[in-house]
């Protein structure tokens, strides 16, 4: 197997995928021209293999995404066709749908190029919506990493919540691998103003310690709210399981002011903040590859 890195694929991750996939690296040459457009070769050593690309598309989205595609028609030019990518966290991916009319359905807008390099699969964690797939028509293995990071981390939990209906699949498979029970939280986003609402259904919480499971954290405003609801609940201790961390600064303050205990969270991307001692970043590298090594080719 050769394992081809693209810029978005953190160090830690690339670091440990070389080590846990036991796999060849493929060489490439890049530069950015004057004009900002960005330049690939790849280095023909790869026929005939099984090539692996690995992206990451966060943070700059566009620019990752584009690269991503000139280093698979390169790939497609020097006649290997059908790659696997590993697209740990994949942008784009929660505008899966027109919520309201004119908006467009960027999941297809954006990856349906894939079909276009015979892609034969793509490995990724924690896709928003399981209906990406189908969108855009392409084989895609989603893997949900919730198990892996609390059994990492090492935490006590009493009960799993999901911040809203949507995210429910993510706490059942945790609750049924800890043997703990589950529920949801019913989340509320206005569409225009972005605004979100929390609220709960019957829900006994009192001293027990929690985990919400979510994909993603981005303003940490769902987290926040959920956070502060659950405390005032009676929760003794509020974590958060959440596959891709895609903060700011700010988004640190109103996580640090809602008393969230710790935040766990996984290497599918860059960070580009400071990260503080209560967030934990789990290696997904030997996650991913037991994955990959043990799919027929
Ligand atoms: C949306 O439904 C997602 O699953 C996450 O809950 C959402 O992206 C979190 O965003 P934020 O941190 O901005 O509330």
Known sequence: MLLLFL???????????????KAYTIEKMQKVFPDGEQYIRILPEAKGERVVVV???YPDQDRKLVELYL???ALQGLGIVNSEL?????????????FLTGEPISVKALYLPLQLFNVKKVYTLDLHSPRVSEVIGVNIKNLLPHAYMARKAGINIDFILAPDKG???????????LGKPFDYLEKYRDRVTGEISVSSHELDVKNMNIAIVDDIVSTGGTLAKATQMLYNLGANKVYAIITHTLISERTIK???VSGL??????????HNVTIPAWIQIVDVGEFLCG?????SV
Do not use: F
């Open 7 to 21: 810029s978005g694929a953190p160090q830690s991750l690339v670091s440990s995928l070389k080590g846990h996939c």
């Open 55 to 57: 992206q990451s598309l």
């Open 71 to 73: 280093a698979l028609e």
């Open 86 to 98: 590993i697209l740990p966290y994949m942008a784009y991916t929660r505008q899966d749908r027109r």
């Open 167 to 177: 995210a429910l699949h993510r706490a059942q498979l945790l609750a049924e691998s």
């Open 254 to 256: 109103t996580l640090e």
């Open 261 to 270: 205990e710790k935040l766990i969270t996984t290497n599918s991307i860059s």
């Open 291 to 295: 994955e990959l090594l043990s799919a």
